[in-house]
């Protein structure tokens, strides 16, 4: 399994940045891809996540409304569209990806930083300046 997330880098606040990861090695049918992220002296956060097949899609409240995840599967791609970004939103971003517990009858108990994943991209960086 490879995870190769495309480069971030800076951005002005109130802008936008479309990330990009690039997957192989499994089946998009099977496996779960999220985003997280961490913050210079913060743990590390889940932000969104589509279920296997693009059957569903889940946010955290704290990115619901700026940032759409997405999927392409014929480009085995999952990408994280960020709008309005805050300097908050300073981070190192990752994708991870592994089959997750996603429940499609009860949409609002599938946090994303709840799941937990064996595969992970090395990460870019997005640094937003005010």
């Known amino acids: 399994v490879q995870l190769v997330e495309s480069r971030g880098g800076p951005v002005q606040a109130g802008g936008s940045v479309r990330l990009s990861c690039r997957a192989s090695?499994?089946?998009?049918?099977?496996?779960?891809i999220g985003w997280f992220r961490q913050a210079p002296g913060k743990e590390r956060e889940g932000l969104a996540c589509?279920?296997?097949?693009?059957?569903?899609?889940y946010y955290e409240d704290t990115v619901k409304g700026r940032f759409t995840i997405s999927a392409d599967s014929a480009k085995s791609t999952v990408y994280l569209q960020m709008n309005d970004l805050k300097a908050d939103d300073t981070a190192v971003y990752y994708c991870?990806?592994?089959?997750?517990?996603?429940?499609?009858?009860?949409?609002?108990?599938?946090?994303?930083?709840?799941?937990?994943?064996?595969?992970w991209g090395q990460g870019t960086r997005v640094s937003v300046s005010a």
């Open positions: 589509v279920a296997a097949g693009d059957s569903g899609r």
């Open positions: 991870p990806a592994d089959v997750v517990p996603i429940d499609p009858y009860s949409p609002t108990s599938n946090s994303p930083r709840r799941f937990h994943y064996a595969y």
């Open positions: 090695g499994f089946s998009f049918a099977d496996y779960a």
